[in-house]
């Protein structure tokens, strides 16, 4: 293992740890999908759906245009071998994993059931909702009835009482997520949805910070302690700190120093995972979604890549600087640029809002190889054909490589909307 790295081979460590660079089957299947969920060990779930909804695009990023009916039997069969928690944030995790989060249900458990909290003080409405799912099994929201629904909604997201009952009771680990229809959530009893075997293992918080610090590292590939916490959300860096020299002592994670990773005028202690691989180049050419772990923590995806990354979503149209919903475009070990992208499925076609080039010189394949992305990009949401607008200095350069026809749209485009908010900012 090299104890120093400059910035590209940096970058190309956490690609392939990532998948990135490998070469795409034909036809990606159960097997893939599996293999490439094992390599993220978790998948993030938003419920944004302009293009496609978050959880399948990390897999189409790395395998190409696939079967999302696959990945749903996967995620939502029954007995399914993922299941729904608060990993990273709102995400699937295998469901053998679930006891490696029993610390993070304790500290909801603390927060959300204290005395003076909406749980504490609603008894009541918890203890019916969580007898009716012991009697009746797993139940959408909609199927479970309650004298509360009749009021007035809370404040939180606009929930009732049963809904909120339902959350606190996942977040503490008392219920599970059985699936899903459509993208509504169906909630079971954790030991209806859990294995027994799962559920009867016993990890204490040292032990499970230090799992998920070295499946953090196995993930990124080279990696800050800021990267290793920030994986799992811990925001315990103390506990982190231990883990990762723990982790040093078995000679699972490699110290390394990385070229432009500074803290001032030292460098940015950094460690490798011992199984990292380094390859001489990665052959890449796609988008990812904000919520891919290649970007979703921002501090990192301005140190590997340069790349200044900020979702749009919640900026008022004017001020929006590249979109509502802005991917960013991978070629090879570099973020080229970024596209803002909207299924229009009545007249099926991919919209191509804005398109911009990142600062620097242009690579002269980019707009080709872009043509190329945003054509498996249509062809995988069974889109025939793609409209580019006018907003971003990349449109008529990709708009010219896809000989594809222009429609208006631009910052005060309005976009759609999120069909079921998760309570982020609430939890987090």
């Given at each position: ?48 759906n302009v293009y496609a909804r978050s959880h399948y695009m ?25 299941v729904e928690f608060w990993a990273h944030v709102a995400a ?131 990696a800050t302690e800021s990267d290793l916490d920030d994986y ?197």
């Amino acid at each position: 293992m090299k104890q120093s790295l400059s910035a590209r081979e940096a970058r190309r460590m956490a690609l392939a740890a990532q998948g990135f660079g490998r070469r795409s089957p034909a036809v990606a299947g159960t097997r893939q999908l599996n293999a490439m969920l094992g390599r993220m060990h978790t998948l993030q779930i938003d419920s944004v759906n302009v293009y496609a909804r978050s959880h399948y695009m990390p897999l189409f990023s790395r395998l190409g245009p696939y079967d999302t009916a696959l990945l749903d039997r996967l995620l939502f069969a029954r007995r399914s071998p993922y299941v729904e928690f608060w990993a990273h944030v709102a995400a699937f995790i295998p469901a053998n994993d679930w006891q490696l989060f029993r610390f993070r249900m304790d500290d909801h458990r603390a927060r959300f059931t204290a005395p003076g909290t909406w749980f504490a003080e609603n008894l009541a409405i918890v203890d019916w909702v969580r007898a009716e799912l012991g009697a009746r099994g797993p139940l959408r929201p909609a199927e479970i009835e309650h004298d509360s629904r009749r009021g007035a909604r809370g404040p939180w997201w606009d929930w009732d009482g049963v809904k909120r009952a339902l959350e606190y009771l996942w977040l503490i680990g008392e219920v599970a997520v059985a699936g899903r229809r459509g993208f509504e959530r169906r909630y079971a009893l954790a030991a209806d949805v859990i294995p027994a075997s799962a559920l009867e293992r016993e990890i204490d918080r040292p032990q499970a910070i230090r799992e998920l610090v070295a499946r953090a590292a196995s993930a990124y590939g080279v990696a800050t302690e800021s990267d290793l916490d920030d994986y799992w959300r811990l925001r315990d860096r103390k506990a982190v700190k231990r883990a990762t020299a723990e982790l040093v002592d078995a000679g699972e994670l490699v110290p390394v120093t990385v070229e432009g990773w500074d803290r001032g005028a030292k460098p940015l202690p950094a460690w490798a995972h011992r199984d990292a691989a380094l390859p001489r180049r990665i052959d890449a050419a796609t988008v990812l979604t904000p919520f891919d772990p290649m970007v979703w923590f921002r501090d990192r995806a301005q140190r590997l890549f340069g790349f200044d990354y900020r979702i749009e979503i919640y900026t008022p149209a004017p001020r929006r600087r590249y979109g509502y919903y802005s991917l960013p475009v991978l070629l090879d070990d570099e973020l080229v640029g970024r596209v803002d992208l909207k299924a229009d499925r009545a007249g099926s076609s991919l919209l191509v809002q804005s398109a911009w080039w990142e600062e620097g010189p242009l690579r002269p394949d980019a707009p080709a190889r872009v043509a190329d992305v945003l054509r498996d990009a249509a062809r995988w949401q069974g889109l025939e054909g793609i409209s580019v607008a006018s907003w971003g200095d990349a449109t008529d350069a990709v708009a010219g490589a896809l000989g594809a026809p222009r429609h208006v749209a631009g910052p005060e485009a309005v976009a759609l909307a999120p069909d079921e908010p998760q309570p982020v900012e609430a939890i987090a």
